[in-house]
């Protein structure tokens, strides 16, 4: 897909998030700066802003962490070792317990709230320690949500996922 086309699918997938219930009473939501293939999240990263939420994105803490820290300025934002825009290092940092939505990536979901991750595990260590309560919300295309993927009994999953054609609720098992 061209610029313009993930572009235009991350506003799509914007305009859907910013009607969940879960988006509104959210007071503060981890997003995260697309790359690569990804839908964009630029317009989702203004409209948290503009709408006075409290905008937390992560940043590569280390080889195995990520830390969550507080964006009052996307022009702020850094580009990381891999190319990644994140927050710079003396941003503030923001514990996940005050996080109501968490917008997660990945490389496919299934409709049971399953997510294939890039391998490196961040946010798999990263969602085990989300409270009960947090909304984890999955963003992709929507060819990347299949039936069923493969799945082991300590993954922490997804309880919707936004594609630019709509919000799957995904079925708990």
Same mark, same amino acid.
């Given at each position: 897909m061209t610029a313009r086309e993930l572009q235009v699918a991350g506003d799509a997938c914007a305009r859907l998030i910013t009607q969940l219930p879960e988006w509104k009473q959210a007071k503060a939501v981890? *997003?995260?700066?697309?790359?690569?293939?990804? *839908?964009? /999240?630029?317009?989702?990263?203004?409209?948290? #802003?503009?709408?006075? =939420?409290? *905008?937390?994105? !992560? $940043? &590569?803490a280390n080889a195995t962490a990520l830390s969550l820290h507080r964006v009052e300025d996307v022009a702020d934002l850094q580009r990381s070792k891999l190319g990644i825009l994140e927050p710079a290092a003396e941003a503030a940092e923001i514990p996940l317990t005050s996080v109501g939505l968490v917008l997660v990536p990945g490389l496919g979901f299934d409709r049971l709230?399953?997510? #294939?991750?890039?391998?490196?595990?961040?946010?798999? @260590?990263? *969602?085990?320690?989300? !409270? =009960? =309560? /947090?909304? #984890?919300l999955g963003h992709a295309h929507a060819f990347q949500v299949g039936s069923c993927l493969p799945a082991e009994p300590h993954d922490i999953k997804v309880k919707a996922i936004a594609t630019p054609?709509?919000?799957?609720?995904? @079925? &708990? $098992?």
């Open positions: 981890c *997003l995260y700066a697309a790359f690569g293939a990804e *839908l964009s /999240t630029e317009s989702l990263l203004q409209i948290a #802003l503009l709408e006075g =939420k409290i *905008l937390i994105l !992560p $940043r &590569v709230g399953h997510r #294939l991750g890039y391998g490196a595990g961040f946010y798999d @260590r990263l *969602l085990a320690k989300c !409270p =009960k =309560k /947090t909304f #984890l054609q709509g919000i799957i609720r995904c @079925r &708990v $098992r």
